[in-house]
């Protein structure tokens, strides 16, 4: 065969393998709303077929249903009011948007760019209250030099009689007389919750009991000595694990894990999730969520790959995480699923 026209079929063939990759990925991200698969990093969308605007969230477990709140970056949004968005799953896979359940005006002092981020609501079952608690923050009315804009420090409170209604401005505080920035959520086993904070001048970040109503930042239960944010709790066979991420703004860095046998510790040193030079695949922790299940528990990690400059167009990581003892791993992001009556995850292979 001529040189030229062996050149020619290889081309052919080339584009035809390239046709083919492009596809099946196409083919596996749309598989992602058909047969239960999670595609970390690439667009979820909910029933409407509209990008998941859960930025920054956190999960509540009610009955059979998983409720995901975040903060909703949709670019149509007035940009004078913050937003949080609600949506509902049975599995974990497909989300049902329920509504914007948040679409708040400045609510104090603030400053024109005024912050609303990182939403977490629990469920009062004395008080029938469904309560958020948020990252309140802006340049307030006389910004320092070279601020950024984080000045306030705060958590705002809001609450609602119905998990996806209205949430109604409380009021805001610093928890424990402490500045506080990104913020996290942990129901325990025995159902008390906590609210997880990070403050910058102790340079590190609390755990801290509501009060009974939930109304309130309690008591302190243990100060992890590590300059971190984005703090994530979960209580897996007899271990308690914290994550969270360095400081860096906007830019992904290795997030970093340690283990405790209770909440107050004592607390290990803390351990790289995933090889560094990934910075945690590219993404910021927000969330771990516990599926236990009629076979076994699964642990997952909810993460942020945010995108500054379209922020509405940022993506999820969202990954089983590998538990063994004291040491936990997340395994490089790939395609799976879970089913929550069993707890049981797969990881499609490549």
């Given at each position: 065969?001529?040189?030229?026209?062996?050149?020619?079929?290889?081309?052919?063939?080339?584009?035809?393998?390239?046709?083919?990759?492009?596809l099946?990925?196409?083919?596996?991200a749309?598989?992602?709303?058909?047969?239960?698969?999670?595609?970390?990093?690439?667009?979820?969308?909910?029933?409407?077929?509209?990008?998941?605007q859960?930025?920054?969230?956190?999960?509540?477990?009610?009955?059979?249903?998983?409720?995901?709140f975040?903060?909703?970056?949709?670019?149509?949004?007035?940009?004078?009011?913050?937003?949080?968005?609600?949506?509902?799953?049975?599995?974990?896979?497909?989300?049902?948007?329920?509504?914007?359940?948040?679409?708040?005006?400045?609510?104090?002092?603030?400053g024109?760019?005024?912050?609303?981020?990182?939403?977490?609501?629990?469920?009062?079952?004395?008080?029938?209250?469904?309560?958020?608690?948020?990252?309140?923050?802006?340049?307030?009315?006389?910004?320092?030099?070279?601020?950024?804009g984080?000045?306030?420090?705060?958590?705002?409170?809001?609450?609602?009689?119905?998990?996806?209604?209205?949430?109604?401005?409380?009021?805001?505080?610093?928890?424990?007389?402490?500045?506080?920035?990104?913020?996290?959520?942990?129901i325990?086993?025995?159902?008390?919750?906590?609210l997880?904070?990070?403050?910058?001048?102790?340079?590190?970040?609390f755990?801290?009991?509501?009060?009974?109503d939930?109304?309130?930042?309690?008591?302190?239960?243990?100060?992890?000595?590590?300059?971190?944010?984005?703090g994530?709790?979960?209580?897996?066979?007899?271990?308690?694990?914290?994550?969270?991420?360095?400081?860096?703004?906007?830019?992904?860095?290795?997030?970093?894990?340690?283990?405790?046998?209770?909440?107050?510790?004592?607390?290990?040193?803390?351990?790289?999730?995933?090889?560094?030079?990934?910075?945690?695949?590219?993404?910021?922790?927000?969330?771990?969520?516990?599926v236990?299940?009629?076979?076994?528990?699964?642990?997952?990690?909810?993460?942020?790959?945010?995108?500054?400059?379209?922020?509405w167009?940022?993506?999820?990581?969202?990954?089983?995480?590998?538990?063994?003892?004291?040491?936990?791993?997340?395994?490089?992001?790939?395609?799976?699923?879970?089913?929550?009556?069993?707890?049981?995850?797969?990881?499609?292979?490549?």
């Open positions: 065969m001529p040189k030229t026209k062996m050149t020619l079929r290889l081309t052919r063939l080339g584009n035809v393998a390239l046709l083919l990759g492009v099946l990925a196409a083919t596996i749309g598989a992602q709303h058909k047969t239960g698969i999670v595609v970390p990093g690439e667009p979820w969308r909910d029933n409407r077929g509209e990008l998941i859960a930025h920054g969230g956190g999960i509540l477990h009610l009955k059979d249903t998983w409720y995901w975040g903060e909703d970056r949709t670019e149509t949004n007035d940009p004078a009011r913050r937003y949080v968005a609600c949506y509902s799953s049975t599995d974990l896979v497909h989300w049902t948007y329920r509504r914007q359940v948040v679409a708040l005006a400045e609510p104090e002092d603030l024109a760019k005024w912050i609303l981020e990182r939403p977490k609501v629990f469920y009062n079952r004395k008080t029938h209250k469904f309560v958020m608690y948020v990252h309140l923050d802006g340049p307030g009315p006389s910004p320092a030099p070279g601020s950024f984080y000045n306030v420090a705060k958590v705002g409170i809001l609450t609602s009689d119905t998990v996806d209604g209205d949430y109604k401005w409380v009021r805001s505080l610093r928890p424990l007389d402490q500045e506080s920035r990104d913020i996290g959520q942990f325990d086993d025995d159902g008390s919750a906590y997880i904070f990070e403050s910058r001048p102790t340079k590190g970040f755990i801290a009991r509501l009060s009974a939930y109304l309130n930042v309690e008591s302190k239960v243990a100060f992890i000595d590590a300059p971190l944010e984005g994530a709790i979960v209580h897996y066979k007899g271990l308690y694990y914290a994550l969270g991420s360095h400081l860096t703004g906007w830019r992904p860095n290795p997030n970093v894990y340690a283990t405790a046998p209770s909440l107050a510790g004592p607390w290990s040193t803390m351990r790289d999730i995933a090889p560094p030079e990934t910075n945690t695949y590219n993404s910021q922790s927000s969330m771990l969520i516990k236990t299940g009629s076979k076994m528990t699964s642990v997952l990690y909810v993460g942020d790959r945010w995108s500054p400059k379209a922020l167009d940022s993506r999820y990581i969202w990954m089983p995480l590998s538990i063994d003892g004291e040491h936990m791993t997340l395994p490089e992001p790939r395609p799976w699923s879970i089913d929550v009556e069993t707890g049981v995850t797969h990881i499609l292979q490549p």
